[in-house]
């Protein structure tokens, strides 16, 4: 059984920074190119950034470029989104998953970028 557990956010002030984690369980981690998403209120979920299975190739969405920085670790199952330099229009509930057909999706963990 697939699972994709978020942590890592809170409130914070603009500016300032979040380091989130996602830990995935029920497939082949090391093997699988990851993303993550963010659903803002009112909006649809859009693609934040994405890692290929080693490592080697992040990418990102032009609005969090040299801001944000996808990284994993797959010893530990584990993806990680460093937020740096968080904006209001950051906020939003920050999701990780697959590339392609998703899995079932977690319960996100919610970003607030507020004075």
């Known amino acids: 059984q697939v699972q994709l557990v978020e942590s890592g956010g809170g409130l914070v002030q603009p500016g300032g920074s979040l380091r989130l984690s996602c830990v995935a369980s029920?497939?082949?981690?090391?093997?699988?190119?990851m993303n993550w998403y963010r659903q803002a209120p009112g909006k649809e979920r859009e693609l934040v950034a994405s890692?290929?299975?080693?490592?080697?190739?992040?990418n990102y969405a032009v609005p969090v470029m040299r801001r944000f920085t996808i990284s994993r670790d797959n010893a530990k199952n584990t993806l990680y989104l460093q937020m740096n330099s968080l904006q209001p229009e950051d906020t939003a509930v920050y999701y990780c998953?697959?590339?392609?057909?998703?899995?079932?999706w977690g319960q996100g963990t919610q970003v607030t970028v507020s004075s």
């Open positions: 998953n697959r590339n392609g057909a998703a899995f079932t």
């Open positions: 890692i290929s299975d080693d490592g080697g190739i992040p």
């Open positions: 029920g497939f082949t981690f090391s093997r699988t190119i």
